[in-house]
């Protein structure tokens, strides 16, 4: 295994130096961006381990870097701020961050989460850590540490944004969920499209589960919304 790649998206020239002197002392390989949409970018198409991410970035600012990442990737995200606002911690977290720091840190404590983080990461790949967790409906199975779902014990193949929609209704699994609480949880609060967009892709989950294996699992309840049930 290689030297693990840190990937610093700061605006601070000062800073951004800083930490990639600090990181590459201890060991990891790092590159640096400025550009918060040239940052996006590199994520989507280049390969790094973990992300430090400040906030307030040009073109595109760190909040809303972290939601778009959380679409295609779960790589690790530390958001680094100068605010030390708890909306700002808050938000920062409910959109997929793993960890937050506020500006002036102690390097060393900097250094602490990222191994964290980097030491959850591994063990989620590995099948470690919450590897017990099985959310499971009649002969569909969810191994959420795995990113695996079968039926039937076939291995069934979903999109990160079907697959976010199906691990929702199973952890509320009998429960009815209304339209709105399905765009809040799988799309985020602040999500303003088609409320359309959530029967879209329910109609994509039927056609590779309940439709393909021939079984029931996903109910509308009229006027209210959609439920998994046993």
Request: hydrophobic residues 35%; glycine residues 6%; contains cysteine.
């Amino acid at each position: 295994m290689g030297k693990p790649r840190i990937f610093i998206v700061e605006d601070e020239r000062r800073i951004a130096r800083f930490l990639q002197i600090e990181l590459e002392h201890e060991g990891y390989e790092t590159a640096t961006e400025e550009n918060g949409l040239r940052a996006f970018e590199r994520i989507a198409q280049e390969e790094y381990d973990l992300v430090l991410l400040d906030i307030m970035l040009p073109e595109m600012d760190g909040m809303t870097i972290c939601r778009k990442v959380r679409e295609i990737s779960d790589i690790p995200i530390i958001m680094l701020t100068a605010r030390d606002d708890v909306e700002d911690k808050v938000n920062g977290l409910d959109i997929g961050a793993d960890d937050y720091m506020t500006k002036p840190f102690a390097i060393q404590e900097l250094l602490a989460r990222v191994r964290n983080a980097l030491r959850k990461q591994r063990s989620g790949e590995n099948g470690e850590g919450p590897e017990g967790e099985k959310l499971q409906v009649k002969d569909l199975i969810m191994y959420p540490s795995r990113y695996e779902v079968t039926v039937q014990g076939e291995e069934v193949q979903l999109t990160k944004k079907e697959y976010s929609l199906l691990e929702y209704l199973l952890r509320n699994k009998r429960n009815v969920l209304t339209r709105d609480q399905i765009l809040q949880e799988v799309w985020g609060y602040d999500y303003t499209g088609d409320t359309n967009v959530v029967d879209v892709y329910i109609r994509y989950l039927r056609a590779k589960i309940d439709d393909h294996f021939n079984v029931k699992y996903i109910y509308t309840v009229r006027g209210v919304g959609y439920a998994i049930k046993e």
